[in-house]
């Protein structure tokens, strides 16, 4: 029987690996969703065997206040999908899409109809939607800047590497 995998056994765990778990999925452009937590059985109702053999009370107590935790505190609300998050994406297919997306860090933002026409219920709202659309777009513009800086220098060492090995020859 393959082992079982590792769940973390106090929120303070979970907190760290939701965490981790949704700054990568920020970074990569994802929605971060949480760490799923399944709720436990109760011991009483679950027969034991050879193979699963019973727990000890101190754990049972650990696993019941994970059931009680919210992981819905943790969660931020999903990041708009700006033009610049677009272009940074194809850019790996056409990188001068990238310089493009670099643009987007000076040029006034331009919102989407659909966010117009979002059901926001006061202006409040409607403001801070348009300053989560900006700071997402400012986030990919400058991704576009940086990969961008990377592939020019990544191209200008290939050129001096290849310049060199043709003056040594």
């Not at 700054?23 to 760490?35: K, Q, T, V």
């Not at 990188?95 to 919102?111: D, E, M, Q, R």
């Not at 991704?143 to 020859?169: D, N, P």
Request: charged share 20%; glycine share 4%.
């Amino acid at each position: 029987m393959p082992p079982s995998p590792v769940t973390p056994t106090q929120p303070s765990t979970l907190v760290v690996l939701t965490h981790q778990h949704d700054l990568i999925a920020d970074f990569w452009g994802g929605h971060s969703r949480g760490m799923q937590v399944r709720p436990q059985e109760a011991p009483a109702s679950r027969a034991h065997t050879a193979v699963d053999p019973p727990r000890n009370p101190s754990r049972n107590q650990r696993q019941t206040s994970m059931d009680t935790f919210e992981m819905d505190d943790l969660k931020a609300p999903p990041e708009p999908k700006t033009l610049a998050r677009t272009l940074f994406l194809f850019g790996f297919a056409f990188p001068l899409l990238w310089l493009i997306g670099v643009a987007f860090i000076c040029l006034p933002t331009k919102y989407d109809p659909d966010l117009e026409s979002a059901p926001v219920g006061s202006a409040e709202q409607m403001q801070r939607h348009k300053e989560a659309y900006r700071t997402a777009e400012d986030k990919w513009a400058k991704r576009c800047l940086w990969a961008f800086i990377i592939l020019v220098g990544l191209l200008a060492v290939v050129i001096v590497a290849i310049m060199l090995a043709k003056k040594g020859q």
